[in-house]
């Protein structure tokens, strides 16, 4: 059972920066798919950024976040830059992917961290 703890959230006003880091309790990151979404109050929570042999993002985030892990700390990190108020959510980082061609799908994620709140004022 892989353990994932994220931290890095908090309260940023529009235009600043953050980075998110999710550690795992074993090297799962260097060896699988890892990725990062986010839930809002009263939506569903959505694909925000991924990395394997290659990384992903979605349109809204593109340009401004960058997904990275160091391997020797079985560590993912997501560098947000150009924060707007919509990135406002928990965000949660993922691993254990089963199907690599849905590496944008939160449902193929086998393990979950707990999340970290993003506040973004305007």
């Known amino acids: 059972q892989v353990q994932l703890v994220e931290s890095g959230g908090g309260l940023v006003e529009a235009g600043g920066s953050l980075r998110l880091s999710c550690a795992a309790s074993e090297g799962t990151f260097s060896s699988d798919a890892g990725g990062w979404f986010r839930q809002a109050p009263g939506k569903e929570r959505e694909f925000v950024a991924a990395i394997r042999r290659n990384v992903y993002y979605a349109d809204s985030v593109k340009g401004r976040f960058t997904i990275s892990r160091d391997n020797a700390k079985n560590t993912l990190y997501l560098q947000m830059n150009s924060l707007k108020p919509d990135d406002t959510a928990v965000y949660y980082c993922?691993?254990?992917?089963?199907?690599?061609?849905?590496?944008?799908?939160?449902?193929?994620?086998?393990?979950w961290g707990q999340g970290t709140q993003v506040t973004v004022s305007s």
């Open positions: 993922a691993a254990g992917l089963r199907y690599s061609s849905a590496i944008t799908s939160p449902g193929q994620y086998d393990y």
